[in-house]
């Protein structure tokens, strides 16, 4: 499985960017993905993810929960992040993380980040 992650860029705080990951080789063995960012001099943190499971679940951190959204584009191969009434402390370089089952265990693959500054 490879991750490329894309979208990001400067926004005025109030606005909305999308961000997208789009998913190359073996799709069918990922469990889940998400959403991950890390601002400047702190450490990275989980923002939101996807199940890929029938139901296909999601999940918020609880500082982007009704401001973010995460979707699965089947079409595009993508997973998406909705981003609205962007704040200035949401940036952040954004990476995305897929979990692979692999032999006994979930494996970790990361995409490249894609820098989202918002200014105040």
């Known amino acids: 499985v490879q991750l490329q992650a894309s979208g990001g860029g400067l926004e005025r705080a109030g606005g909305s960017l999308s961000l997208s990951c789009v998913m190359r080789g073996g799709i069918f063995n990922i469990n889940s993905v998400s959403w991950y960012r890390q601002a400047p001099g702190k450490e990275r943190e989980w923002v939101a993810d996807?199940?890929?499971?029938?139901?296909?679940?999601?999940n918020y951190a609880d500082s982007v929960k009704g401001r973010f959204t995460i979707s699965r584009d089947n079409a595009r191969n993508t997973i998406d992040l909705q981003m609205n009434s962007l704040k200035s402390e949401d940036t952040a370089v954004y990476y995305c993380?897929?979990?692979?089952?692999?032999?006994?265990?979930?494996?970790?693959?990361w995409g490249q980040g894609t820098l989202v500054t918002v200014s105040s």
């Open positions: 996807i199940s890929f499971s029938s139901r296909g679940s999601t």
């Open positions: 993380n897929a979990k692979v089952y692999g032999p006994g265990r979930l494996l970790d693959v």
